[in-house]
Structures are given as structure tokens and as C-alpha cells.
């Protein structure tokens, strides 16, 4: 049997807090999970940067931009507690670039908006909206990825449950995107 689920909706920073605080039965972040619970990976996302139909990147017959040509254009970037900027960050840093932001926001659906109403490229990991061309950014090191973790408590009355659950997300996200990004 399915266990019911809610979620609820919190910065990637705060996630796992929520967890160590007993506010939550289980917690998926793209930050690193708490020692003491038990974790396991549930996916590795390609970071996109989203641009609006008429962009220049649209008539490119491959999915892909180099970090070298994204730090070109002015930028629309989640706020630094989102992993798919920490992610971005750290890319741009190791390959001794530097980027301008258009505007920052902690909301991937108003990133897109903004792209789509062409205030610059999108950078987001989230499934494309509003008519963009997702384009995988390609770094020094290959495509920019992010991976979100699981963790829950091992004392937890619902343990049992939740492993399996967690299973089937990760088993959902293979479905739904392909093995990983690559």
C-alpha cells in the first residue's frame, strides 16, 4: 500500500533542518543529508538554462551551451540556498569565469517567466514552461548536474514504508527523465 504523502515546500537549505527537528517524516534536498538518519540518492538532474523561442541558442541543432558562452548573457538565477545555483557557482568559479545577473529569485516558475518574457537565460534544474528551449549547460567537467538526497529517520514508526517510497521516486524520475543526466 501507497502511503499517503504531503508535501511541503521549503529552501533546499532549510530541508533537512526541518527533518532533525521532528517537523517532518521524511526530507529530499539537493543538499548533503544529516549523519545519524539514513539517505540514499533519488536523482541526478540536469541544470538548463532556459531561453525564450526567439533567442539566438534556439536554431542550435544540439541541447547544449558551454558555461563559457552562458556567462555571456545576462543570467536569471535561483537564490543562493537553491543547489542548482550553488551548483552554477561553483562551476563558474573552477573555470575562472564570472557571470551577471539579470535578476535572482527563489521561485524556478518566475525564473522561467522572466526568461520567457526575455529579461535573460533561465538557469534552473525544473521541467521547461512557458514555451523555453532547454539547453544543458556544459562545463569544464561535463554537464552541470544536481542530485537530490532522501533521509528519514531509522526509529521512525513509518521506516518501513518510506524506504520502499522512495524507491518508486527514484524508479518515477528514471521513467520520467532517463537514466540520468549525462
Known amino acids: 500500500e501507497t502511503p499517503l504523502v504531503t508535501a511541503q515546500e521549503e529552501l533546499p537549505a532549510g530541508v533537512f533542518g526541518r527533518l532533525e527537528r521532528g517537523d517532518a517524516d521524511l526530507a529530499i534536498s ?23 523561442p526567439g533567442h539566438r541558442w534556439t536554431r542550435r541543432r ?32 573552477e573555470a575562472g569565469l564570472a557571470y551577471r545577473r539579470a535578476f535572482e529569485t527563489n521561485v524556478p516558475e518566475i525564473a522561467q517567466a522572466l526568461a520567457a518574457s526575455d529579461h535573460g537565460v ?4 525544473d521541467d521547461p514552461r512557458y514555451g523555453l528551449r532547454p539547453l544543458m549547460i556544459v562545463g569544464p ?23 520502499p517510497w522512495v524507491d518508486q521516486l527514484a524508479q518515477y524520475c528514471v521513467e520520467r527523465y532517463g537514466e540520468a543526466a549525462s
Open 30 to 52: 539537493s543538499g548533503p543529508p544529516p549523519a545519524g538518519f539514513l539517505s540514499r540518492p533519488v536523482f541526478r538532474f540536469a541544470v538548463w538554462a532556459y531561453v525564450p
Open 62 to 93: 544540439n541541447d547544449r551551451v558551454h558555461l563559457g558562452e552562458l556567462v555571456e548573457e545576462p543570467l536569471i538565477v535561483l537564490g543562493p540556498d537553491h543547489g542548482t545555483r550553488r551548483v552554477l557557482d561553483m562551476a563558474v568559479v
Open 122 to 125: 533561465a538557469v534552473v534544474s
Open 141 to 163: 567537467a561535463g554537464p552541470l548536474q544536481i542530485s537530490l538526497f532522501a533521509a528519514w529517520d531509522a526509529t521512525h514508526y513509518a521506516a518501513d514504508a518510506i524506504s
